[in-house]
């Protein structure tokens, strides 16, 4: 498959490890973040969201924390299997109404069988 | 699948030329948005269509223009092609135009310049 962003931080973790990947956002005013998976080749697959009135979400094995007062955004994966594999991305809506989203540079998340 | 189709898969063509880029949206959604994909410079939000109109840009080159049809199917003109206009381009579509309106990604197209 193609890859995207050779020069991405990397995680690697053991199969059955819980994975945390960061993100920091610098603009206090975004009020929405999502968290994005893409799998070489393919584009990015929404996995969980979450508002900023909110500071923990969790959806299935992923758990998102969201740290208003240093900016800082995690995604938490549990038990990681290797169809985990993938580039993470953390997008944020900048500010209120706006509809873009404005990506991270992504971390590449390598799961060791 | 996410129920976004983008074509072409993969798209070779020379500096200076024009190329168009194919979106159709998940039934039901409304909203058109075009991203560009490059080593350097990660996602970058280009333009978004909403029902025809075309309601936010991003770092969209004036080189570039996009157009989302009646049947809400888009468009992605690129023209003057140069070397660092190699990239994937995703389409991205969403319910209506809220910012929690969940986006669902195409599969890109890759497009070369050679």
């Known amino acids: 498959g193609e890859s995207v962003g050779l020069h991405l931080p990397t995680l690697s973790v053991q199969e059955g490890d819980n994975s945390i990947i960061n993100c920091a956002y610098s603009?206090?005013?975004?009020?929405?973040f999502i968290w994005y998976k893409q799998e070489s080749g393919k584009g990015p697959q929404f996995i969980i969201d979450?508002?900023?009135?909110?500071d923990k979400r969790q959806g299935q094995r992923v758990t998102v924390l969201l740290n208003k007062t240093v900016k800082h955004l995690s995604l938490q994966i549990a038990a990681t299997q290797p169809g985990d594999s993938a580039v993470y991305f953390c997008?944020?809506?900048?500010?209120?109404?706006?509809?873009?989203?404005?990506f991270g540079s992504g971390t590449r998340l390598q799961v060791q069988p | 699948d996410s129920g976004v189709t983008q074509t072409p898969k993969h798209l070779i063509t020379a500096t200076g030329q024009r190329v168009t880029l194919r979106c159709s949206p998940r039934s039901g959604d409304l909203s058109v948005y075009w991203y560009q994909q490059s080593l350097d410079q990660g996602l970058q939000f280009l333009i978004q269509?909403?029902?025809?109109?075309?309601?936010a840009k991003g770092n969209i080159l004036e080189r570039f223009s996009a157009q989302q049809f009646p049947d809400l199917h888009s468009e992605l003109n690129l023209s003057s092609l140069e070397l660092g206009d190699s990239a994937l381009y995703f389409c991205?579509?969403?319910?209506?135009?809220?910012?929690?309106?969940?986006?669902?990604f195409g599969p890109g197209t890759r497009l070369t310049v050679l």
């Open positions: 269509y909403y029902n025809g109109e075309e309601r």
């Open positions: 979450i508002r900023s009135n909110m």
């Open positions: 997008a944020e809506n900048r500010s209120p109404g706006r509809r873009a989203l404005t």
């Open positions: 991205a579509s969403s319910a209506g135009l809220r910012p929690s309106d969940t986006q669902y």
């Open positions: 603009n206090s005013a975004s009020d929405y």
